[in-house]
Each structure stands twice: as C-alpha cells, then as structure tokens.
C-alpha cells in the first residue's frame, strides 16, 4: 500500500490503516520525543498525542510534504509545548521545596563529559535544541528540519551553526583533552 | 581548539544525549484507543485561554457601549449620527473611552514586546499572536464604534490595525525580514509615541474627563 492510498484509507476511518501509519512511524516519532523529553513517560505522552491529533487532523493534511515531515512537525510541537508546561511544574515543585528548605540531591562537583554535554544541550534555547537533536542525533536532513519545523533550510543552517558555538562555549575547558 | 576535531567529538558524544529505548508499541497503541475512544464519549468544554477571556470582555464592554449609545441617542440624533463626531452625552462615551484605553494600553505592551523580541533575535511564540490577533478583533470593532469616529483617534487605530495584521499573519512565514518591516512600519509611523501620547479621555470633551 502507499502512502497516499494508505492516507485516504485513515480519512475514510479504517482502524486497520490507521494501525498501519503507526507502525510505520511510531519508532520514529517515538525516538524524537525521547530526544527532546529525556523521559520515557514523557516520551509516551507525547507520541500518544502526536498520533491522536495525527489521525483527528488527517483531513487537513494536503500532501504538501511527506506524511514522516508532518508528523515530525506534530512532535515538536506536541512535545516542545509538552515541556514547556512540565518546566512551569517543575519550577513551581523546586520553589516550593527551597521555601521548605527541603534540599535537593548532592552534585557531582566534577562532572563528565557526557554530563557536562547533556547539561549544555538541555540549556540551549528550544528551537537550536531541537534542531541539534533532529540533526546530529536523529539525521534529518536540513531540509526535512526545515519542513518540520516550518522555517528556511538556511535558518536550520544557522540555528545549527549558533547551537554548537553555545556548545563549545559551554564546554570550553574540555578542548584541552580533546585536542590532546 | 581543531574545529573539525571538535565536530566530530560533539557529533559522537551527543548521540548518547537522550538515548531512546525501544519504543513500546503495543502498549502506546492501546492507550491512544483509550484516549480516542474518552474524547469522543467526554462532553467537550471549552477553556479559555486568558487572552481570550480579555477579548470576550473588552468585546462585551463595545457592545454594552454600542447599545448604552444607542438607547441615549435620541431617534433624531440617529438619522444625523454620521455628522456627530463624538457624543456630547454624559454616559455615552464612558464605555467607549474605557474600551479604546484598553486596546490602546494592551497594543503597547504588545508591540513594546514584539520590538524587545526582534532586538533579541527572537520570533514571536504562538501564544503572542494570538494576542496579536485578539488585539486585531478589539481594534477592529473599536473602529466601528463612535471611538472610531473620533479625529484624533481614528489615524492611529487604523495605524494599529494595519501592524497588527501584519504580526498576525507571522506565524506562516517565520521570516525575520517581515519581523524587520513590521518594525520599520512601527517607527516610521511613530506608533509607540502616538500610544505613548494618546489620551482617550479625549473622546468625549467635557465630559468624564480623567475617568480612565
């Protein structure tokens, strides 16, 4: 079946085509929610969401784009709203435990490489996160980011470009052992 | 430091930055029927965002004017109401003063805000044009209110409503050029002076001066 047959099948409400979409891109969808989330339950959230409004919103898909782009452009959104929401908890929950001095965990005071990179990526701006993860973890293309993310193949470019620069900003005094 | 050297390790070590597990199917699948199968039978309510819920309000405020107007209005007076340039009667012109403040005062927060957002390089989020928009709607129907008769008013409500549209209509394109136009538009037509400036109270000389 292709692509387009298998689309009017999901408009006219086949539960067999729809299960077919989301098994071809469930693994997909799944994997860039867990790059951005960083949380399983999360991550299962936010496909779950992705594929509801997927097949509530088939109709209005023209078919400008892949199905795999617009998807994709449904888990950033759903996902990166997702978050955003789950920081604003967050912080209120953190907030309420230092005004009840409850303290967190004990940090490392000499973190690896592999933290100091998650922490650098997590504090990077959303949109040139989401670009870094699509990109250099996932492999989209510049073009397919683009289509995702509705912006220029140059504006992906750059947003790349300005997230690593933050990056090695970030991670300045490892250079030394690298280049060693 | 080598930047293809740097490259390459950041391209190797960010690949363990999140690194997913499988995805677990079957049981993702039975929670999107579930979750499908609650929306459709759940009653649907509809929440309003804050922005909507200050739309409604301030549309409220130019009807329940619009219909004050109307029942103070003499029927005479109605068939010459396109020479009247404002009320002269007391009460008439309160809740189109209070409404044009409203607008006038929310656009300059809005637009003092889309200005700080480009000079940061940043693009206005979707909650942002939705307010744009909703600002757009009250700006719109304060043109076809009596407020939007008033000389001095009128110049820049359609000023607004001309950079409001414009800001509505980002979201599509996402481009920093039409960021860069809209400012440009902004200044050449000293919009945020005039908001700045404007002093609604004005509507109705005479009468209820200094009420907003």
Do not use: C
């Not at chain 1, 047959?5 to 408009?11: A, H, M, Q, T, Y």
């Not at chain 1, 940090?107 to 997590?122: N, V």
């Not at chain 2, 922005?51 to 409604?56: E, F, L, P, S």
């Not at chain 2, 009460?91 to 805000?113: F, H, K, N, P």
């Amino acid at each position: 079946m292709d692509e387009s047959e298998l689309i009017s099948r999901v408009r006219a409400g086949e539960p067999a085509a729809e299960r077919a979409l989301y098994d071809a891109h469930v693994d997909r969808v799944y994997r860039l929610a867990f790059r951005l989330a960083g949380d399983d339950e999360l991550a299962r959230d936010f496909t779950q969401e992705t594929f509801i409004r997927a097949f509530e919103r088939i109709g209005t898909f023209r078919g400008e784009s892949r199905l795999s782009t617009w998807l994709h452009a449904i888990t950033t959104t759903v996902s990166l709203n997702g978050l955003r929401k789950v920081k604003r908890f967050r912080t209120r929950e953190t907030a309420l435990e230092a005004a009840d001095g409850v303290a967190g965990g004990v940090r490392s005071a000499e973190p690896d490489l592999k933290t100091r990179l998650r922490d650098a990526i997590d504090a990077l701006p959303d949109k040139y996160r989401t670009v870094v993860v699509m990109h250099d973890m996932e492999g989209y293309t510049h073009e397919e980011i683009a289509d995702a993310l509705d912006m220029e193949v140059g504006t992906s470019k750059a947003q790349l470009s300005r997230a690593r620069a933050k990056l090695r900003e970030s991670l300045a005094d490892f250079a030394g052992e690298w280049v060693s | 430091m080598n930047d293809d050297r740097f490259e390459q390790q950041i391209t190797e070590a960010v690949r363990d930055y999140h690194r997913p597990p499988e995805a677990p199917r079957e049981e993702m699948w039975a929670a999107i029927e579930t979750e499908r199968r609650r929306r459709r039978t759940a009653p649907r309510i509809v929440v309003l965002r804050p922005v909507w819920r200050w739309g409604i309000g301030m549309a409220a405020v130019l009807v329940l004017g619009i219909a004050i107007g109307r029942r103070l209005q003499p029927a005479a007076d109605r068939t010459q109401a396109s020479s009247a340039a404002a009320s002269t009667r007391p009460g008439d012109g309160l809740a189109y003063q209070l409404a044009a403040a409203q607008v006038l005062t929310r656009a300059e927060i809005v637009l003092t805000s889309f200005r700080a957002d480009a000079r940061s390089g940043g693009h206005p989020d979707s909650q942002f044009l939705d307010q744009a928009r909703d600002l757009l709607g009250s700006t719109r129907l304060l043109l076809d209110s009596p407020a939007g008769r008033d000389a001095r008013l009128k110049p820049l409500l359609e000023d607004l409503e001309v950079i409001l549209a414009q800001i509505a209509v980002l979201s599509a394109s996402r481009d920093t050029a039409d960021v860069e136009i809209i400012n440009q538009g902004i200044d050449q037509r000293s919009v945020l002076t005039r908001l700045q400036t404007a002093n609604p109270a004005g509507l109705a000389p005479g009468h209820a001066q200094g009420a907003i």
